[in-house]
């Protein structure tokens, strides 16, 4: 998608009773950036640019395609989503401790 003010939103489905589905929308430009530079315009937007603007933040991670970065990111909110791994804001904790796996968090 173009304009898109972020890089990325992964976004649930209705599906009905079949199985989880999501949809990924990605920014246009991603397609076009390297990790680095993808690395270094996330890093600067956390910035407000002054009339002193010799401060930037600059990543070198390679020449890897940031699609594939960030791919990998948002699959891992879909993993999440699937196993439940993440509570919701709207749950709460108590209720939430039941339905966990405790081999998933390492507890016997």
């Known amino acids: 998608m173009d304009n898109m003010p972020n890089t990325a939103l992964t976004s649930p489905v209705d599906s009905g009773d079949g199985p989880k ?3 990924i929308t990605f920014r246009a430009g991603l ?3 390297t990790i680095s530079e993808w690395a270094s315009w996330k890093e ?3 910035f407000t640019r002054t009339t002193d603007s010799s401060y930037a933040v600059r990543v070198e991670g390679g020449n890897l395609d ?3 970065y ?3 990111h948002e ?3 879909v993993v999440d989503a699937v196993m439940n791994v993440t509570p919701h ?3 709460n904790t108590h209720s939430l401790n039941r339905h966990r796996s405790p ?3 390492g507890v016997r």
């Open 66 to 68: 940031a699609i594939l």
């Open 89 to 91: 804001a709207s749950e």
């Open 21 to 23: 589905r999501f949809n």
């Open 103 to 105: 081999k998933m968090f």
């Open 75 to 77: 699959a891992t909110h």
């Open 31 to 33: 397609l076009n950036e």
């Open 70 to 72: 960030v791919l990998l």
């Open 44 to 46: 600067n937007t956390c």
